[in-house]
């Protein structure tokens, strides 16, 4: 989509007109034109990255002393603080299992789903456009409360499984209607030459289905990993010891409970959360795009 | 007259369809195939939705004692309740303020990576960069940049001459921060729509003004803004619906504080409920903000109709 290049000389008819001298400074201002928004989304975008991880490079003393992007004395000590943080090394592992497991069941509940709204003609087919709304008419403000009270009700509170459970539930819609779609662009030809060679359902699924809508997986996989990384608020309240919470409410209750902010800690426990997704970011890039535009479209 | 026609093909619709007979499985395997869906779905998101719009209607005389039924009391005293319209004018200025910076921040951003595409691809890529993290990693990185005493903004600020607020502690400035941080966080999504629209903006309408003599600003304002304006319309919804009902933000930079400066409604609702623990209190706001948020959507609904858009 966003891929086609676009000729930027075009929107310009009079440069072959134009003399030498003029066509250089046209130029120029051109460059500029380009260059200097592009320059101000950079620093916009980067700029609170850069200052946080300067600071995570400071000395706590420093941090309330002087400005400079460069430490003047370099150190670790944050880092070393954070990463001998038990609740640090709980919450990783926690997001890391929450993440995991929320990526899995999403896909083992929406795959069979979206392949029977595709494909199936059936009593309920309808639902799928509830699917497409109910996200939008249900923010995770609406039913906070409510989910909170229920898993008090039901002793469910304070466990990884809520987290897994709930965190799928949210994003089942948006994951079975990306998936429908992609479906539907599979043609039917090859299923129906399959079923005529005698595959059975699942063989079609295992050998033909899954294969094709691999990319499709792999968005539902790093938009569920993503939102069970990130989320805060549910987690905040479903949770209330150390050994389930998640890293951002980790990373929250770092920031309550300094009587002095501690900002090279913070700042360099916001940096090793941050990690994991830099590490893989070239290569799932456009699957990210694809579940931020899915995410956003209905 | 003797063109031969293929005869009309009637059995196509059906043959298209995968019925449960041609395949020799059961007429079940749709619904055994949708079963865990819906009901994760129901479970979590629906259940819970009429399950406090029901429990809204109750109330514990104190807290502790067992909830009674109430009726409308609950809304009845939300709407006399001076922290119900603070939160309104609170969260007034935080949809707002989000909706103005994010769109004409969005769009300068738009515009620039589309005059940028071809060369400088991997600025896309650079753009997606907030989406990725959390709301309190967003907001320790602020909370790092506006520090009162030697934050690099007030650092900046001091170089001019200027004197800088005390930004996170002032009630003023407090809710500016935390609208700059929101947007921050909703800007990739933002671009992205804005961009993908100007990409289908057809070349020639550019190319006849500019032949016309159509000045840069004229072809923006005249041209290219009405063109886009179906992704306007969507960025525009989705960062209300965002900001509306968002609270990750607000709670990890400000608590909502100072002074209730940052109480949006749905820190007003957290605050009710896991603060004061007064529950069926929260539910009604929790309804409040989920009928403002469906009249949203509707409307998003009906414009998208109007201008065509898949929803």
Request: overall charge negative; glycine content about 6%.
């Given at each position: 989509m966003v891929d086609a290049p676009v000729d930027v000389s075009r929107a310009d008819p009079t440069r072959h007109i134009a003399g030498q001298n003029q066509s250089r400074i046209a130029k120029t201002g051109r460059r500029l034109l380009v260059g200097v928004p592009l320059f101000l989304l950079g620093l916009w975008t980067f700029i609170p990255f850069l200052i946080t991880i300067s600071v995570s490079f400071k000395t706590k003393a420093e941090t309330f002393a002087s400005l400079g992007l460069i430490p003047s004395q370099p150190t670790i000590q944050g880092y070393r603080e954070v990463l001998s943080d038990p609740n640090f090394l709980s919450a990783f592992m926690n997001s890391l299992v929450v993440g995991i497991g929320t990526a899995i069941l999403t896909i083992i509940i929406a795959l069979p789903a979206a392949y029977a709204f595709a494909r199936f003609k059936f009593r309920g087919r309808h639902l799928l456009l509830l699917f497409t709304l109910?996200?939008?008419?249900?923010?995770?403000?609406?039913?906070?409360?409510?989910?909170?009270?229920?898993?008090?009700?039901?002793?469910?509170?304070?466990?990884?499984?809520?987290?897994?459970?709930?965190?799928?539930?949210?994003?089942?819609?948006?994951?079975?209607?990306?998936?429908?779609?992609?479906?539907?662009?599979?043609?039917?030809?090859?299923?129906?030459?399959?079923?005529?060679?005698?595959?059975?359902?699942?063989?079609?699924?295992?050998?033909?289905?899954?294969?094709?809508?691999?990319?499709?997986?792999?968005?539902?996989?790093?938009?569920?990993?993503?939102?069970?990384?990130?989320?805060?608020?549910?987690?905040?309240?479903?949770?209330?010891?150390?050994?389930?919470?998640?890293?951002?409410?980790?990373?929250?209750?770092?920031?309550?409970?300094?009587?002095?902010?501690?900002?090279?800690?913070?700042?360099?426990?916001?940096?090793?959360?941050?990690?994991?997704?830099?590490?893989?970011?070239?290569?799932?890039?456009?699957?990210?795009?694809?579940?931020?535009?899915?995410g956003s479209s209905k | 007259m003797t063109v031969t026609r293929e005869p009309p093909e009637q059995t196509e619709p059906e043959k298209r369809e995968i019925t449960g007979a041609q395949i020799g499985q059961k007429a079940i395997t749709p619904y055994l195939f949708s079963f865990p869906a819906i009901l994760a779905v129901s479970a979590i998101l629906a259940f819970p939705v009429l399950y406090g719009i029901w429990q809204s209607l109750y109330r514990a005389p104190e807290l502790g004692l067992d909830e009674e039924f109430v009726g409308t009391q609950n809304y009845i005293d939300m709407f006399q309740d001076p922290g119900f319209w603070n939160a309104m004018s609170r969260t007034g200025l935080f949809v707002g303020g989000s909706l103005v910076v994010g769109t004409v921040l969005g769009l300068f951003f738009a515009f620039a990576l589309f005059r940028a595409m071809g060369r400088l691809?991997?600025?896309?890529?650079?753009?997606?960069?907030?989406?990725?993290?959390?709301?309190?990693?967003?907001?320790?990185?602020?909370?790092?940049?506006?520090?009162?005493?030697?934050?690099?903004?007030?650092?900046?600020?001091?170089?001019?001459?200027?004197?800088?607020?005390?930004?996170?502690?002032?009630?003023?400035?407090?809710?500016?921060?935390?609208?700059?941080?929101?947007?921050?966080?909703?800007?990739?999504?933002?671009?992205?729509?804005?961009?993908?629209?100007?990409?289908?903006?057809?070349?020639?309408?550019?190319?006849?003004?500019?032949?016309?003599?159509?000045?840069?600003?004229?072809?923006?304002?005249?041209?290219?803004?009405?063109?886009?304006?179906?992704?306007?319309?969507?960025?525009?919804?989705?960062?209300?619906?965002?900001?509306?009902?968002?609270?990750?933000?607000?709670?990890?930079?400000?608590?909502?504080?100072?002074?209730?400066?940052?109480?949006?409604?749905?820190?007003?609702?957290?605050?009710?409920?896991?603060?004061?623990?007064?529950?069926?209190?929260?539910?009604?706001?929790?309804?409040?903000?989920?009928?403002?948020n469906a009249v949203l959507t509707l409307m998003y609904v009906a414009v998208a109709r109007r201008y065509e858009i898949e929803v």
């Open positions: 109910l996200p939008r008419l249900v923010p995770t403000i609406g039913v906070m409360v409510p989910i909170y009270r229920l898993a008090v009700a039901t002793d469910m509170l304070d466990r990884r499984i809520t987290l897994i459970i709930v965190y799928t539930g949210m994003l089942a819609p948006l994951a079975v209607w990306l998936m429908v779609g992609f479906f539907q662009q599979i043609p039917r030809d090859i299923e129906e030459a399959a079923d005529v060679d005698g595959a059975s359902l699942w063989n079609r699924m295992r050998y033909i289905v899954m294969p094709l809508a691999a990319p499709a997986l792999i968005t539902i996989a790093v938009l569920a990993f993503r939102e069970a990384w990130n989320e805060f608020t549910l987690v905040l309240v479903l949770t209330t010891t150390p050994d389930t919470r998640t890293l951002p409410f980790a990373l929250f209750k770092l920031g309550q409970s300094e009587g002095i902010s501690n900002f090279p800690a913070e700042a360099a426990f916001a940096i090793l959360t941050v990690i994991p997704f830099i590490l893989v970011y070239t290569r799932i890039e456009r699957y990210v795009v694809a579940g931020l535009t899915a | 691809r991997f600025m896309r890529a650079v753009t997606l960069a907030p989406y990725l993290i959390s709301n309190v990693a967003a907001a320790v990185m602020f909370r790092i940049l506006f520090q009162s005493d030697i934050g690099l903004i007030n650092s900046f600020l001091d170089w001019f001459g200027l004197d800088g607020p005390s930004w996170l502690s002032d009630t003023t400035w407090a809710m500016a921060v935390v609208i700059f941080t929101q947007v921050w966080t909703d800007i990739p999504l933002t671009i992205l729509l804005l961009l993908g629209g100007l990409m289908t903006i057809d070349q020639s309408y550019l190319d006849a003004a500019l032949v016309d003599g159509a000045s840069a600003w004229q072809r923006a304002r005249m041209l290219t803004i009405p063109l886009l304006a179906p992704q306007l319309v969507i960025t525009t919804v989705w960062l209300s619906y965002s900001t509306l009902t968002g609270l990750g933000v607000v709670l990890a930079l400000t608590g909502g504080g100072p002074l209730g400066a940052t109480t949006t409604l749905a820190m007003e609702m957290y605050n009710v409920a896991f603060r004061s623990l007064r529950f069926n209190e929260a539910l009604a706001l929790a309804t409040f903000i989920l009928v403002l």
